[in-house]
């Protein structure tokens, strides 16, 4: 498992449907697909969603720290021997989802050496994952529409509105109307993005009392301190850190000083090797973990599906897998299929994400495709 080359390809894909939240918008995807190959052969493959609203990193400054920061770091190296590799990768600070996307490599380059899926390297609890979808911003009947559709297509019964908009009664109609429509046939829980500040979420939770929230996630920023502080200690829903905590230590820092009462993991900036950590650093401390999504292709996908049917304590609670619906094409050879409300791991060994020479020829910007 000796590492041999590593290759960063930007690539770009239309939306079908943007994605809109409190922090940003999506119209594109302009990922970066990572190929880390072994003296063996073997390639362990990775895919990295640049998002600068939330890390800071673009498809740019991915391909840059990669190939010429860890990848002099990592060939002559051994995949096993992610905690060293990171170690390396760890003096530089920053960049998080391109570490993640070196762990996610090495990881595939483990399982399909051992010839074993990665969700069985994990932990294999499961065999197949609940499906959570994320609702962007849109006027309420569209929004009440689009997850009508979701249910009616995939079966999927949890939804993630995402709020923070100004004047916050038009996130709050929203959240009505689709109360309204589904009764308690569906589970509803809150993104902001840190659209509002303290005081304004405080009004949003009374005007939701009666809708039945299960989360409130990132209702205003973590840094402002002593609000947030106020607002956890007063919401009757778990308070979820995205966005503020990316990392182990963030995450145990705010969980520890009264800035969150939930946590969200998501492989493709915590890889798995750090996600393994919060889950455990979450499941120590009673908390609740949510399996998120960084508007991931269909290959990003593949890791969070490790991931949730891997760790016991990531199945408590759908995990959100479905960003890819809004993409009008992927990479993936085969793509993914959300049946009844869930997607089944897959039993390929690695990630079992293979791609499409073809469509990657196709969608690579580095002029090295037809
Ligand atoms: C989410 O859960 O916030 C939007 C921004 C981001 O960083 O992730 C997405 C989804
Ligand atoms: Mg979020």
């Known amino acids: ?120 390297l994990l932990g294999g609890a499961a065999d197949s994952v609940r499906v959570s979808h994320m609702v962007g911003f849109a006027d309420p009947l569209k929004m009440v529409d689009e997850a009508e559709r979701v249910r009616e297509q995939y079966g999927i019964t949890t939804f993630k509105v995402k709020v923070g908009r100004r004047p916050f009664l038009l996130d709050v109609d929203v959240v009505r109307a689709l109360r309204e429509h589904f009764g308690s046939a569906v589970e509803l829980y809150l993104d902001a993005n840190r659209g509002w500040n303290a005081a304004e979420s405080m009004r949003v939770l009374d005007a ?28 009757r829903v778990p308070v979820v850190a995205d966005e503020s905590a990316p990392s182990l230590a963030d995450a145990a820092r705010e969980i520890t000083t009264g800035g969150a009462t939930a946590v969200s993991v998501k492989v493709a900036r915590s890889g798995f090797s750090e996600a393994q950590k919060i889950l455990a650093l979450a499941e120590g401390l009673g908390v609740e973990a949510i399996i998120g999504n960084q508007i991931d292709s269909q290959v990003g996908t593949c890791g969070s599906v490790a991931l949730a049917a891997g760790v016991n304590y990531a199945g408590r609670h759908a995990a959100e897998l479905s960003n890819f619906l809004d993409m009008a094409d992927d990479l993936i050879a085969e793509p993914l299929q959300i049946i009844d409300g869930a997607i089944t791991a897959s039993l390929q060994p690695g990630l079992g994400a293979k791609i499409d020479e073809d469509k990657l020829r196709k969608y690579r910007q580095d002029g090295k495709g037809n």
Request: charged residues 20%; proline residues 6%.
């Open 208 to 235: 939701v009392s009666d809708l039945d929230i299960t989360f409130f996630e990132e209702p205003c920023d973590a840094a402002e301190i002593l609000g947030r502080r106020r607002l956890v200690a007063h919401s």
């Open 1 to 120: 498992m000796i590492i041999d080359s590593v290759e960063v390809i930007p690539y770009r894909i239309p939306m079908r449907k943007p994605l809109e939240f409190a922090s940003g918008r999506v119209d594109e995807i302009d990922h970066v697909l990572l190929r880390i190959q072994t003296t063996d052969g073997v390639v362990g493959i990775a895919d990295i969603p640049p998002r600068p609203y939330t890390y800071g990193e673009t498809q740019q400054s991915i391909i840059a720290v990669i190939s010429t920061v860890f990848a002099p770091l990592l060939v002559g190296m051994s995949a096993l021997d992610r905690g060293a590799i990171h170690r390396r990768m760890h003096r530089t600070v920053g960049n998080f989802t391109a570490k993640a996307g070196v762990d996610v490599a090495l990881w595939d380059i483990m399982g399909q050496t051992l010839q074993q899926p990665v969700h069985r």
